[in-house]
């Protein structure tokens, strides 16, 4: 199975930085759009980031500025670099891909989600 796994949430005080990371141990991500959404105690979520296959990147404008997403050059992992955050940037930040993504290992093991693939998540709390 593919999963997604986020790392890099933790708490800090507003004003300080974090890098979360996104990968599923060995698959690469060529072929996927991939985005980073944050999911606030009240259950809403937000689109805060995307990267395409193209490496084109787009962020929320709420985070434009202080925030740059990446990938290493493997698409094997997704970065988020956030910067000068506020309580407001509080949430659980979550990874995914587009539908119909298709992750595949370096053998040239291959897996598509119709749903794409999705992380758990993790915690951001800024205080």
């Known amino acids: 199975d593919v999963q997604l796994v986020e790392s890099g949430g933790d708490s800090v005080q507003a004003g300080g930085s974090l890098k979360l990371s996104c990968e599923a141990s060995?698959?690469?991500?060529?072929?996927?759009?991939m985005v980073w959404y944050r999911e606030r105690q009240d259950k809403s979520r937000e689109l805060v980031s995307s990267?395409?296959?193209?490496?084109?990147?787009s962020l929320a404008d709420n985070v434009k500025g202080r925030f740059t997403v990446s990938q290493d050059e493997n698409k094997k992992t997704l970065y988020l670099q956030m910067n000068e955050l506020t309580a407001a940037d509080t949430a659980t930040y979550i990874c995914?891909?587009?539908?119909?993504?298709?992750?595949?290992?370096?053998?040239?093991?291959?897996?598509?989600?119709?749903?794409?693939?999705w992380g758990q998540g993790t915690q951001v709390t800024v205080s």
């Open positions: 995914a891909t587009n539908r119909g993504c298709t992750a595949c290992t370096d053998d040239g093991v291959c897996h598509m989600s119709r749903s794409g693939f």
């Open positions: 990267i395409s296959v193209d490496g084109t990147t």
């Open positions: 060995g698959y690469e991500f060529k072929r996927c759009n």
